[in-house]
T-cell receptor
Framework: DGGITQSPKYLFRKEGQNVTLSCEQN?????MYWYRQDPGQGLRLIYY???????QKGDIAEGYSVSREKKESFPLTVTSAQKNPTAFYLC?????????????FGDGTRLSIL | DQQVKQNSPSLSVQEGRISILNCDYT??????FLWYKKYPAEGPTFLIS?????DKNEDGRFTVFLNKSAKHLSLHIVPSQPGDSAVYFC????????????FGKGTHLIIQP
């Protein structure tokens, strides 16, 4: 089945540690995105990538880093510089071709600080 | 500064009746609007979208209406079913900034039997 896979589902981090969240898609989509959701809030854009080896900052990129070495993979690293990393992280992808395509989401990773 | 606003945190509707979820936006450059449905601990699921050149789009029980002059859109679900109970997010694209979606805070729809 085609889809977006995020792993792990739950992740715990000690303060001061970097942690990497995985996102893989087999939909052959060019564009991929990372969002963060906090309780009672909408999703906010962290980073996005429209093509391999290129990515752009979103609205809340500070304390995060990404890479896009392969079309199907867009890992997100939460660094120790991120002051409040506890949140629900969602990865999405979409086709670039055609006008106005919807983004499709994975099931998320919940990150908690120990 | 919230560019997409869902002013009702929750909405309760009886099964079989119509559910109407509302969304307002402030950025006139938005040109594509979407509704997503989300269950706890899962990712949002795309429901329906509308381009700014249209004022209505229908897909089965779901209809989205867009009023550009009022910067307002709404999602109608009819008839409402128990499985519709979820959080619904309004999102917009094309605000002149990043390529990602701008989301509202969501409305929790509760369908009562």
């Amino acid at each position: 089945d085609g889809g977006i896979t995020q792993s792990p589902k739950y992740l715990f981090r000690k303060e001061g540690q970097n942690v990497t969240l995985s996102c893989e898609q087999n939909l052959n989509h060019d564009a991929m995105y990372w969002y963060r959701q906090d309780p009672g809030q909408g999703l906010r854009l962290i980073y996005y990538s429209q093509i391999v080896n290129d990515f752009q900052k979103g609205d809340i990129a500070e304390g995060y880093s990404v890479s896009r070495e392969k079309k199907e993979s867009f890992p997100l690293t939460v660094t120790s510089a991120q002051k409040n990393p506890t949140a629900f992280y969602l990865c999405a992808s979409k086709e670039v071709e055609g006008v106005n395509q919807p983004q499709h989401f994975g099931d998320g990773t919940r990150l908690s600080i120990l | 500064d919230q560019q997409v606003k869902q002013n009702s945190p929750s909405l309760s509707v009886q099964e079989g009746r119509i559910s109407i979820l509302n969304c307002d936006y402030t950025n006139s450059m938005f040109d594509y609007f979407l509704w997503y449905k989300k269950y706890p601990a899962e990712g949002p699921t795309f429901l329906i979208s509308i381009s700014s050149i249209k004022d209505k789009n229908e897909d089965g029980r779901f209809t989205v209406f867009l009023n550009k002059s009022a910067k307002h859109l709404s999602l109608h679900i009819v008839p409402s079913q128990p499985g519709d109970s979820a959080v619904y997010f309004c999102a917009a694209l094309g605000g002149g900034g990043a390529d990602g979606l701008t989301f509202g805070k969501g409305t929790h729809l509760i369908i009562q039997p």
